[in-house]
């Protein structure tokens, strides 16, 4: 069977140059509302199966990733739910589980989630019949102790969900609850082994970069263009999750020109950082402004000595100008001193909604007293001592997700548990530090440093807004920690160009 696909990918290769061109026309009529999305779903199924069988998987997975990161998530209502952009169409036939397509109720996985399956599958195909297309597989070799922290994390999640169903758990939350926890070991793994040559990681930089601008730029045309002859301002216009890939194209930016003051770099940043840094403004997140500030603290640890004490210097001189700016807009309503309102709210007590996460927080802590050492499993409900605002009238199933989703991962899993999944963040800083340090090329050092500013990111949406369980952060961290870990391998061995 094996051999037999393998022997038809070969001989329909040369139709790749055709067949992504094809697919993005596809997808293009599909976001245009043309009407053909009917007739066009099986053939752009085709069109992605046998474009999957033909094309590197290197590249596979570069166009999964890009078009998964522009895709609207329907689940974090985009837009407010005001306006379909043209990325919304393409998100729901990536993010909808299949069941509600073909009407099969054991399809409860997504339209993404099965081309994660098509793309291992390939690269199985690749692996077993030694094909000269993915070469460059066969040496991404992940080192010792990611391979084993990303097979710690990956069993703990199973165990968790076999431990949960044991204890009368709900099957079909728990399946909400593990999704992307389960799925990022596998995709670390995945872009750790295909993402071997220096090119590939370019090209990964340049994909992040430039769906980032794609998102700003559609968040943007939201809010003068559509949501503008309001008079009540947005509460955000693109999505919750748009702060992680917006604060790691802004520092990616900054970090392509540091690493290589030219021209090009320039205008890149000259064109691009107003773009990212109004849709970061005009989505107001608060949580964004604090990914930033993160940020720049690993760009700062990681800058040389020299650059530090400049940066220290430029720091205490710009203080005073920094806090009559932060006096000034206080209490301003201003859309200029957006930022200032969102640091007002994170120490604000009186804030609702720091009110709520408070209550929501102090819940997880009980809950995860009664079982310290294991948690009580995935399908399972925190218990709500005190209760906050009601909101099971929408949401009934809210007790089995918290905002803050690393006290929730304690309450699921335990201090064992959390220990064995959350290993893989410091072990991936090691392995991302010596990348770093050893780097003899921009690539390699940029994508080490976007690898950092990702489990900042992680981390930081994780503790604030459900960041386990979106999509968004989990492909960013998948791809920078894969590209980082591939980047270690290829400082000991010789470059493959393929």
Request: hydrophobic fraction near 55%.
């Given at each position: 069977m094996i051999t037999a696909i393998a022997a038809i990918a070969r001989r329909t290769r040369p139709a790749e140059l055709l067949l992504w061109p094809a697919i993005g026309l596809s997808l293009l009529l599909v976001a245009a509302g043309t009407g053909l999305v009917a007739p066009l779903v099986p053939l752009l199924v085709l069109g992605v199966?046998?474009?999957?069988?033909?094309?590197?998987?290197?590249?596979?997975?570069?166009?999964?990733?890009?078009?998964?990161?522009?895709?609207?998530?329907?689940?974090?209502?985009?837009?407010?739910?005001?306006?379909?952009?043209?990325?919304?169409?393409?998100?729901?036939?990536?993010?909808?589980?299949?069941?509600?397509?073909?009407?099969?109720?054991?399809?409860?996985?997504?339209?993404?989630?099965?081309?994660?399956?098509?793309?291992?599958?390939?690269?199985f195909v690749r692996l077993m019949t030694d094909d000269p297309l993915d070469r460059t597989v066969d040496q991404g070799a992940l080192p010792g102790p990611m391979k084993g922290a990303l097979a710690l994390w990956l069993g703990t999640v199973i165990m968790l969900e076999m431990y949960g169903l044991a204890r009368h758990g709900d099957f079909r939350n728990s399946l909400w609850q593990l999704r992307q926890l389960f799925w990022f070991p596998i995709l670390a793994a995945l872009f750790g082994k295909v993402l071997t040559t220096t090119r590939s990681r370019l090209w990964l930089l340049r994909t992040v970069l430039i769906a980032a601008c794609i998102r700003a730029l559609e968040g943007i045309y939201f809010y003068f263009a559509v949501f503008e002859p309001s008079p009540v301002r947005p509460a955000y216009v693109t999505t919750h999750s748009d702060s992680v890939l917006t604060v790691l194209a802004i520092l990616l930016g900054i970090m392509v020109f540091v690493s290589r003051p030219c021209r090009t770099h320039l205008v890149l940043n000259l064109i691009g950082q107003p773009i990212l840094l109004s849709a970061l403004v005009l989505n107001n997140r608060r949580i964004a402004f604090v990914s930033l500030l993160g940020g720049l603290l690993a760009m700062l640890t990681l800058s040389p000595p020299a650059a530090r004490a400049a940066v220290r210097r430029i720091a205490v001189m710009a203080l005073p100008l920094l806090l009559i700016f932060v006096a000034v807009g206080w209490n301003s309503k201003s859309g200029l001193f957006r930022p200032v309102a969102s640091l007002r709210s994170v120490l604000d007590k009186d804030n609702r909604s720091n009110q709520t996460r408070d209550i929501e927080n102090y819940n997880l802590i009980r809950t995860l007293k009664h079982q310290p050492l294991f948690g009580s499993g995935f399908g399972q409900v925190y218990e709500e001592n005190v209760r906050a605002d009601r909101v099971d009238q929408f949401m009934a199933n809210y007790r089995y997700i918290a905002h803050n989703s690393v006290l929730w991962l304690f309450s699921v899993s335990g201090w064992i548990g959390f220990t064995s999944i959350w290993l893989t963040l410091p072990v991936g800083i090691l392995i991302i530090l010596r990348v770093y340090e050893g780097a003899s090329g921009m690539v390699d050092r940029v994508t080490a440093f976007g690898a950092l500013?990702?489990?900042?990111?992680?981390?930081?949406?994780?503790?604030?807004?459900?960041?386990?369980?979106?999509?968004?952060?989990?492909?960013?961290?998948?791809?920078?920690?894969?590209?980082?870990?591939?980047?270690?391998?290829?400082?000991?061995?010789?470059e493959v160009t393929a």
């Open positions: 199966v046998i474009a999957l069988f033909t094309a590197p998987v290197r590249h596979s997975a570069l166009v999964v990733l890009g078009v998964g990161i522009i895709a609207d998530y329907p689940g974090e209502h985009p837009m407010m739910n005001r306006w379909r952009s043209p990325s919304l169409p393409i998100g729901e036939l990536l993010y909808t589980n299949l069941h509600v397509f073909t009407k099969i109720e054991a399809m409860r996985f997504s339209g993404l989630e099965l081309l994660f399956i098509l793309l291992g599958l390939v690269m500013v990702a489990i900042v990111c992680f981390v930081v949406q994780a503790w604030g807004d459900m960041g386990l369980q979106s999509w968004m952060a989990t492909l960013l961290l998948a791809g920078f920690m894969g590209g980082a870990v591939a980047a270690h391998g290829s400082m000991s061995r010789p």
